[in-house]
Each structure stands twice: as C-alpha cells, then as structure tokens.
C-alpha cells in the first residue's frame, strides 16, 4: 500500500526524519518495502500559455510552439498534438533539472531553436498520464508564469510502500497506519473533516434498500446524492490518489478511491438512473444467474468451486426488479456505471462476511482493492462515517451537491467485538516480563480497545479489528499489539535449557553415515527434480498408476517421480555432454507411489476438520548411484555395494541374479539385494538399461552402473546390526590357506556356495571367492568358482591332518550342491 | 483392352511380403529395404508406369497400388520391430553378466572422492547446532492433507492467509485436499499429535526438509526448496526464549558478529508472531545493496504457538505454551556461499558440486 508522507500528517503531527520513520514503520510491523521521494526537480516548471502553434519545415512528427511563461514569447519543439493555441502546460526552461535528473538544454533542430520542453504529466512524474501534455486548464484556473507546484497547490512529498500483514485489516488505509504511529509515538490521531446531509428530505422518498441474507450482508447503508456533476477532481485529490498509485478518473469515482484508502471503506457508486426503481438489495446469487462485470466477462453465479467446501455462495447487489448489478464487495456490473451524464447518485457502503467475499474472489479469479479489504473484514461500523467523509472530498468540486437526510442503513448479521479478560500475568506468561498496566492502558487506548478495570482487565476490541479473536486466542492477539507497540526490541531475551538431550535419531545417524560413504568413494550428490513428465514416469512403468499435480507449473513437472533414475542419467547426460561424464552421481531422496499401487499405502487425517482418513501416496525414501567413470559398469556397482554394506556392518544381504529385473535397469547386467534371513529386498545393482539411456542422452552412451538402495528396508537392516554390537577376538594360532575350485553348475550361486563351506567345518574362518572361470575344459551349463578359504582355531595350531579332514569335510558338503573339484 | 500395368500386382505383393518374411536378421532386412518399400522397388516402377494410363483409369490404378505399397509397408515395419527386438534380446544376451560371480576383489575402481551437495551439507551443519542446543531432529512426509499443511495450522479452507502460499495440489481425493507440503509446519503436527497421544510432551525438536511452492523458478527461488522448522512446547516457554533461541542460534551458525532481531509478522500459526533478520552477512551490518542499505536481513518467521494451533492439537494452553520458528535451508546456504543463481542448485553440473567438500 502506497501512503504520502502528507496524507499522514493530516491524522497525526510527524516531524521525523525519513529515515525515522521507516525504522519506526518497520518496527510495527508495517513494513516498509520502498520509499519514494516525489515532487522533487519540480522547482523550475512553470505554467505557460500556448500563443502560436506552426509546422516546421521538413519535419512531421515535432512542430514549433510559442508559449508564454511570462517573459516574453519563447519558441519551443514539441511533439505532442493535444493542444490548441490558448491552452496551459507546464513548461520546464532551459536549465531546469526534471526528475531523474533529466537537464533541459537549448537544442537546435531542423534550423530552428527550442528554448525548453513542455511536459506531460508523466514526464514530471504527476501521474502515468502520457497521452500529451498536461493540460492544466482541465485541473486548475491557471496563471502564466505561476511556479507548477503552487499552481497546483503540492509540495514536494514522499511515498511509503508499505507492506500491510493479513491479520491487520484496520491498517489497510492511512488512518490505520497514522492510528499505529500515533500510539507508538504517544501523539494524538485527528478525525477527518466529514460532511452532513443538508437536504431535508428523507432518503427513503427518494430510493431504498434491503438485506434479503443477513448472512451474506452484514450491513447495507445506502446515501442518496442529487446534483451531481461528474467532473475532474481538483488538482490536489488527483495527486493524492496518483502519489497513492491510483489512477484518477472522475470527481465521483476518485472521492470513492480516496476514502477507501483514507478509511479503509471501499464504496460504490450507482448512477441512479440506471438503478430499477432507485432499489438496491444484497441477497444470495441464485443458480443460473450471470453477471458481466466491468471487464467484460460473463460470469456464472452460485456455481460450486474447486475448493475445500466451497458450495459456490455468491453475494450479488440486486436492483429494485431483482436484476443483478454487481458482485457484492467485489465488482460492479457496467450497467449502473458512473458516467459524465450522472446527476444522483446512490452510494453503497457496507458489511459483507470476509469468508464469502474471499470464497466468490478466488473461485471467480477476480481481485480488486474493494474485495482484497472485505474478504479481510472492513470495520461494520464505518459505512456511514465513510459516507460523510465522500460528500466532504466530493464537494470540493460539486460544491452544489445535496446529501439526503437519514442514509439507508439496513442491518443483517454483524461480528459482535470480542472482550477478552487479561492479566499482568499473562503477559509475563507469554512475554517474559512484565510491562507496566499504565503502559498497556495507553497501547490498548491508543488502539481503540476498550479497557474495564485493573488486574484482570477487561479489553473489548474495537469494531474495526475483526482479527481479534475471543477467549485464549484473543489474549494472544491483544498480547500481540501490546508487545508490537510496546517494541519487539525493548523484549528480554533468554536462553532456555531442559534436561532432554538433543540427539539425532538412529536413522539420521545411519542416513548421515551412508551418505558420507558413497561421497567418499567418488558419489558427486545431485539433486534432481521431485516433478517430471508423463513421459518421464512411462520409462520405468508404462502406463501404471501415477501421482499427479492438479496444478503444475508444466506438463513436464506434473508427475511425482517414483523412481530417481531417469533424473540422475539425465543430469550424468548433461555432464558428459561438456566433456565430463566420467563422474558418479547419487541422490538421496523420496519417490512416491500411488496409493493403489503402493506397497502399504500411507493414511493420514485429512478432509475439512481433519474428520476422514485419507489414503496418501507411499514415500520411500532411497539412496540411487549412477556411475558413469569410465570403466564403471555392473561390477563396480557390486564392488560399491559391497564397500557400503561393509561400513554400515550389513553383511548377510546377497547379490541374486535377477530374471526379470524392474524396467530402467540393464536386463542381464543386474541383481537383487536380498537379506538372507528375511528375503527382504534392499535394492538393486547393475547396470541402466542401455535403451533408456540412449533414450535420455544426447552422448555416445557408455555403461552406466547402478546402486539403488530402499533405505526403509536398509535402515531396518542397520537398526538390527547395531543391537548386536559384539565383536570376536581372532585366534591367537597360525593360520592355515588353502584354495579350492569347484566345477559348478550355472544355476548355483557362488554366495551360497561359500556359505556351505563356511558351515562345513568349525575351523572355517573365512571364504572369498577370488577367481571364476568358464571355457571349453569346462562342460556346459558350467563354470569353476574358485575360493580362499581360511582355517584356524581358537586353541591350537592346526595340524596338516586337520586341515587335511577340514578340506575333505568342505568338498563333501560342495557335493550337495553338485559342485566337484576341478582337478 | 490392353493389358493394364497392374495385371501382375498381387503376384508381386506376395513376393515382396514373402521377401520381408524371409529377412532373419536386421542387417538383412535393412539392406532389402530399397528393393521392398525404396525407390528400387516394383512398386516404385509401377508407380512410374501408371503416368502411360488414361486419366481416369489412372485414379483408380493409383489407389490399387497406394493400398499395395501400405500392406507391403505395414509388413516391412512390423517385420523390423520384431527383427529390432530379437537382435536386442541378442545383445543382451551375449552382455550376460551373473553379478553373483563378481569378484569384488578384482574390481578395480578409481580413487577418487565425491562431493556431498549443498543443501544436505548445510541441512547438516544447521541440524548439528540445533542438537548442540538441546533440540532433536524429526522428518516429516511431503505429501500432506489440507488439515496437516493448512487447517490444523489455523488456515481454514479459503482463508486469504493461503495467498500467503501458492500450492500444488494433488489430483487425489476431493479436490485440494492433498498439497505438497507448502512448508515444513505440517511436521510440527504431527509430532504435537504423537507426543499428546503417547504423552510424551515436552517437545523441542527441529525439522528440516524439502517442501514445494508454485513459483517460477528464477535466480532466487526455486519451486522446491528446503526448510528447517523448530519447535518447542514446555512448560514457562515465553517469547523472551523464543528470541534467545534465535540469537544463540544466529550466533552458533553465522558467527558471533552477526546478531539478530525480531519485526512484527503475521503467521495464523503463532500469535504474537516475528520476522527475524539477521546483520546483513554480507557488509556485516554497514548496509549494501543486499540488504537495501538497512544493515539487516530476513531469515525467517517464528512467533509463540497460537492457541488455535495448540487446541487442534489437543495440548492444554493453560499448562503448556510454545513457540516454533521457520527459515530456508537453501537461502542460508546461499547467503553462507554466495550463491548467485538458485538454479545451480538442480542443475547438478559436477563444476558447480566440485566446489565444495
């Protein structure tokens, strides 16, 4: 909200500096986001009068004008062509220095001089008006030779752009915020000038209204001026408005303007001839209803919306035969617009229930600076103050206008104040100090609440604060205004301790542990997008069920991912594209699975008031490596599980083969992670699918291996190792070495295999394979698998005869597998 | 009558279909295909033979023939898809590894070391002075209900305070009743909720993680970003703890010349409600244009729990009392490095992770 310095000080006395007074702003919470000096370089531009307008030869887009500014005719260029001989603008002389610190110079053009620029009102930074010069004669009764800012009786101003929080409705206008200053700086708040009705007869021999939804329609005053004459507004109120980023348009639709942002009261304007038997009534738009609003769109009415509970309420002003003429408190309809033949006028101020009026503004996307202040709750007692105070501006420049007696003021349902009991010890309770009862009486008064009694006081918000709740939650609101005008700042600050210790979680430790791990063995950790295309999803699972956006930004980000692959080989693309694909990348996050076809579906409260479960989608959160170097492949996958599995102390998960591995990954290059005890799945490893990559990159596609990890069912696995934390002391005796092959058939697993011969003798300590080989020596279906095994005891030195036993025991127990000895 | 140039068309047909079929590899059927569909087939000589016709039999010898050329064309490609798919299933074949077999020990991999991204390092550094504070961490799902994320948040359906957060709804259940998290408050829910059904209050614990605003991405925001929230529900907490938290904190992670302050803010979460900014950690306080020459900076917004918040909850306001507090993750991250562009930190180039250890 943008406020002039000037408009302030017309409610409170503000002698600060610019700087100050931010500060101070700021220190509301009124926020200053900008500060705009205006006015300034205006010093030099005076009114001239236009004597002779000429073309210059050769030249048809600038022509020659003689002004007078009171020294003598002076001949300038200029290119604007809405003005004829005898007509007012400013003039900035050769010198001046207009604001952006533009200097006029004498300039030659086309054989002729120009002795200064005449200037629109943009250029002087008046108005964004720049269809032509500013044509005084439309705002004031010029002098040639007059200084422009007396003429037009301004001063030189600053702006404040002021960022007003949702819970502050009342500060939405610049007695709002001179009402904060006043207080905090302890000065006394002016009212403003307000008019009184001067015509004698009644308004209702003359128009009527009524609330057929007291619900909807909290209030409903209606004023009836006669003798209106629609016109510009004085120089001074249309500058007012321009400093306060308004554009002026007329007398009446400007007086309307400026007490909205003078009070906080959006009004509107009827003409009443165009009003059906001089009636407006506020009542529930019925189904099948349209209006075409002032933008031109027929919109349908009482039509249910996409939000949470939204039926499709709509608060429509009807005429006096039920014709719809505006979304109440939103927009009005064109029919009853303000025109130059307007002669009476009939002038709505009113109450309607926020909840409706941001319900109606979002379903119909339509925001204006009437509804953003209703759907936030505009004080119920303000109509007819609102009312006087637009006759007053009016008046100005119609000063023949009548206001009849005795305004309409029709009454439906009103928030009623709340009045909330408050202690001192509340507010060291919530504050942590005390603050004195003769300071919290002068904060609350300065406000407008009202304050009954001592300790506990009794505090009734005024009817302007709609924010303030009632009960516990209003004492937290009043306690609010008390500490944000007493200063945030002059509040103590205390560290607090508790006996609970802080501690990560044994899943954070482990989430951190692991994470080091893949970065110290060469992961580059990536962060790819959460959102993806259908597309995206249909490479790992074609068709299957997916979670969507209902609102993306694109068609490209409207799918949660389920799997991190295609993000991590894509951004491995975009690396090996700059010439540096022989990098690992990993990420660590959440994919998502639909709930019908997720493994256990997540259900949470949900529903308006929390009252129903919800089935959400599965987040799983997984680890997934791409490694791209240039010799990594399936095998370094492995060798890269095996060293995490390792450093986290899992050690009975398998490497099985899979038949029919999940789509994305190599269809003969990859395997399972399977614990051993359980069957539970903790991932994958192996190689992508060279398919997909050549689908997802633009480069010589390379082997790319894979790691991913199901951290839910890995941090299980973690969570079992670390209850069983003991450890063995190795055999003091010599060890003994031994290898043996085996002839084996292909269906085997080598792991299971070695775990065999672990379980053969009691003196196996160990069993690696190191070597594996297959060729034509070997029958078919077959291959050597050859391992290392190590034998000792914990109470001798083995003898040749029991490492002699030991090996036969190992290669009879490979036979039950069908394993031989490679001879 | 002459004999019309199509008398043999069938015959050839069968013989060019026949031709299709009897490709067993891709490569043959590649180098068939001029002869088939190309411009050396029949169909091709035929085609240039119907120019010798009587115009109007020539409209409807050329429709004979374009129905030739589709069923012969429908055939080569079929033909190829499956000739596609088996040399496929070749190839991976003979690339046939049993990762059972794999001898780790003979893997040799290059010594390098990776980098751990930005934003989990600086999730890290944040978590470790919270803990040293006394607080624990919690984590918190990304999708939430409208009750979790909004209502429960005292942001009842259609309030304006939404405004404040532009969502992405999910297409599940009634409509926009399924969000991705806005911010990381929804945790705070669920952990008052947990902690009142198993009576295990008090809580001080902070939860980081990755939450989803509907914004164009630009050079400092992104559409996903990440937040740490705190929260602390006890007995005698009042704002003086508050604002000490956020000091000791502001001190612990940006170092002791930078301090921080508390403006008035509107949260529907908390009541009374603060913006906090820290001295500018770029000019330390003497004013630059990044901080708009005011010497500060806004981290975040934190304020007392309101008593709407503790009553949706089930925490009794008249023995408990509170306060949480919220900033981004990315912009400390930002502000700690310099970050210029916020997009750097999803364009995952191995220049930008390499910078940092």
Same mark, same amino acid.
């Given at each position: ?565 295609? $993000? +991590? /080989? ?7 594209? *700059?010439? =540096? !694909?022989? @990098?690992? &990348? ?104 060279? $398919? +997909? /990559? ?7 596609? *390379?082997? =790319? !291996?894979? @790691?991913? &990890? ?114 | ?357």
């Amino acid at each position: 909200m943008k406020i002039p310095l000037s408009w302030l000080k017309e409610f409170v006395d503000l002698d600060e500096s610019v700087d100050e007074l931010t500060a101070i702003l700021d220190d509301l919470g009124l926020v200053v986001e900008g500060v705009d000096i205006v006015g300034e370089g205006l010093g030099d531009v005076v009114v001239a009068r236009i004597d002779e307008v000429r073309a210059i030869e050769g030249a048809d887009r600038v022509r020659l004008v003689t002004v007078d500014a009171g020294a003598g005719p002076l001949e300038i260029v200029c290119g604007a062509t809405n003005f004829a001989e005898g007509d007012h603008v400013p003039l900035a002389p050769v010198g001046a220095v207009l604001p952006g610190g533009f200097e006029i110079a004498q300039r030659t053009m086309r054989g002729v001089t120009s002795n200064g620029m005449l200037c629109s009102a943009r250029e002087l930074r008046l108005s964004d008006d720049h269809e032509g010069l500013f044509l005084l004669d439309e705002v004031i009764t010029p002098i040639v030779g007059q200084p422009l800012l007396a003429a037009l009786g301004i001063e030189a101003d600053v702006v404040f752009d002021i960022s007003v929080e949702g819970n502050r409705p009342d500060a939405w206008c610049v007695r709002g915020v001179a009402r904060d200053l006043a207080t905090r700086l302890g000065r006394d708040l002016r009212s403003p000038a307000l008019a009184t009705p001067d015509a004698t007869e009644p308004s209702s021999s003359y128009a009527s209204a009524g609330i057929d939804d007291p619900d909807l329609c909290g209030r409903l005053t209606v004023s009836v001026l006669r003798g209106v004459a629609v016109r510009p507004s004085p120089a001074h109120l249309a500058r007012r408005l321009t400093l306060a980023g308004m554009r002026p348009i007329s007398n009446v639709v400007d007086a309307s303007n400026l007490v909205m942002l003078e009070l906080g009261q959006p009004t509107h304007p009827y003409d009443a001839a165009h009003v059906a038997r001089r009636t407006l009534r506020a009542r529930r738009a019925r189904p099948g209803e349209t209006l075409t609003t002032l933008d031109d769109v027929e919109r349908p009415l009482a039509k249910p919306g996409r939000g949470l509970g939204d039926t499709g309420e709509d608060c429509v002003i009807v005429d006096g035969d039920d014709r719809v003429l505006g979304l109440a408190g939103i927009m009005g309809g064109a029919s009853s617009e303000i025109s130059d033949a307007t002669t009476d006028v009939l002038l709505e101020a009113a109450f309607f229930d926020p909840m409706t009026i941001a319900r109606s503004s979002k379903r119909h996307a339509l925001r204006s600076e009437a509804s953003n202040r209703f759907e936030r709750g505009v004080d119920p007692q303000l109509a007819l103050e609102a009312a006087a105070r637009f006759v007053q501006l009016l008046r100005e420049s119609n000063p023949e206008l009548r206001w009849m007696a005795e305004p309409l003021d029709e009454r439906g349902e009103l928030p009623a104040p709340p009045t909330v009991t408050l202690r001192e010890s509340d507010l060291v309770r919530s504050l942590g100090v005390e603050i004195e009862a003769r300071e919290v009486r002068r904060i609350l008064e300065g406000l407008d609440f009202t304050v009954d009694g001592t300790d506990p006081w009794s505090v009734t918000a005024p009817s302007a604060r709609l924010d303030v709740r009632s009960a516990a939650a209003g004492r937290a609101d009043v306690i609010e205004e008390i500490a944000r005008l007493h200063g945030y700042s002059r509040l103590p600050r205390r560290t607090p301790t508790w006996p609970e210790p802080g501690a990560l979680s044994e899943r954070q430790r482990t989430r951190r542990r692991l994470r080091d791990t893949v970065v110290d063995l060469g992961v580059h950790e990536a962060w790819t997008p959460t959102l993806g295309s259908d597309e995206d999803f249909d490479l790992l699972a074609a068709g299957g069920a997916r979670v969507r956006i209902t609102n993306p930004l694109a068609s490209e980000e409207s799918v949660l991912r389920s799997s991190m692959l295609v $993000g +991590l /080989v894509r951004a491995w693309g975009k690396n090996a594209e *700059r010439g =540096l !694909g022989d @990098v690992a &990348l990993g990420e660590l996050g959440n994919v998502f699975s639909h709930p019908e076809a997720a493994r256990a579906p997540r259900h949470t409260r949900g529903g308006a008031g929390g009252g129903v479960s919800l089935a959400l989608p599965e987040e799983n959160e997984r680890l997934t490596l791409v490694l791209g170097r240039a010799d990594d492949d399936a095998r370094t996958a492995v060798a890269l599980w095996s060293a995490v599995a390792t450093r986290l102390g899992v050690h009975d998960v398998v490497v099985r083969t899979l038949a029919d591995p999940p789509a994305g990954l190599h269809p003969t290059r990859a395997a399972q992670l399977v614990e051993r005890g359980t069957n539970r799945v903790v991932g994958y490893v192996g190689e992508v699918d060279p $398919g +997909l /990559v050549e689908t997802l990159v633009s480069v010589t596609p *390379r082997r =790319l !291996g894979v @790691v991913d &990890l199901d951290l839910d069912v890995l941090f299980e696995l973690t969570a079992d190792a670390a209850l069983d934390q003991f450890v063995s002391v190795p055999s003091r005796y010599p060890v003994a070495i031994i290898d043996l092959a085996f002839v084996v058939g292909d269906e085997v697993h080598a792991v299971d295999l070695a775990e065999v011969l672990m379980a053969a003798a009691d003196v196996v300590e160990d069993v690696s394979l190191f070597d594996v080989y297959r060729g034509e020596s070997l029958p078919a279906g077959t291959r050597s698998l050859a391992y290392n095994v190590r034998f000792s005891s914990a109470e001798k030195t083995l003898s040749e005869s029991d490492v002699a036993s030991a090996r036969d025991a190992l290669i009879a127990a490979a036979s039950g597998l069908g394993a031989t000895l490679r001879s | 009558m002459t004999s019309s140039p199509l008398a043999e068309l069938s015959t050839h047909v069968q013989d060019l279909l026949a031709r299709v079929r009897g490709a067993l590899t891709l490569s043959d059927l590649l180098a068939d295909e001029p002869f088939i569909v190309g411009k050396r087939s029949i169909l091709s000589s035929l085609q240039k033979s119907l120019g010798a016709l009587a115009p109007e039999d020539r409209k409807e010898a050329g429709a004979t023939l374009q129905e030739a050329r589709r069923v012969v064309e429908e055939a080569f490609v079929e033909r190829r898809r499956v000739l596609e798919a088996l040399r496929r299933a070749q190839e991976l074949e003979a690339d046939r590894l049993d990762l059972g077999d794999v001898v780790v020990s003979q893997v040799r991999t290059p010594l390098a070391v990776g980098h751990p991204g930005i934003v989990a390092a600086t999730q890290r550094e944040l978590e470790d002075v919270f803990v040293a504070m006394g607080f624990t961490v919690s984590d918190g799902p990304e999708v939430e209900s409208d009750w979790y994320n909004f209502e429960a948040l005292n942001i009842p359906p259609a309030h304006p305070a939404r405004g404040m957060w532009d969502t992405f709804y999910v297409d599940l259940g009634e409509p926009e009743t399924v969000v991705l998290r806005t911010h990381t408050s929804p945790t705070q829910i669920h952990l008052m909720e947990e902690a009142v059904a198993a009576g295990t209050l008090p809580i001080h614990s902070v939860m980081p993680g990755r939450c989803y605003r509907r914004d164009t991405p630009d050079a400092r925001h992104l559409a996903a970003f990440h937040q740490i929230e705190g929260l602390v529900v006890d007995r005698d907490i009042t704002f003086a703890d508050l604002a000490g938290v956020i000091e000791t904190f502001t001190h612990a992670y940006f170092g002791a010349d930078i301090s921080s302050r508390l403006r008035p803010a509107f949260f529907p979460f908390t009541e009374p409600s603060a913006e906090f900014e820290i001295t500018c950690t770029i000019c330390r306080g003497d004013g630059c244009r990044t901080c708009s020459q005011t010497g500060w900076i806004e981290l975040g917004g934190c304020g007392m729990l309101d008593p709407a918040v503790l009553e949706a909850v089930g925490i009794d306001g008249e023995q408990w009392s509170g306060f949480a507090f919220g900033f981004g993750i990315d912009r400390c991250a930002q502000m700690r490095h310099q970050i210029a562009d916020m997009r750097a930190l999803i364009d995952n180039d191995v220049r930008f992770l390499r910078q940092f250890s």
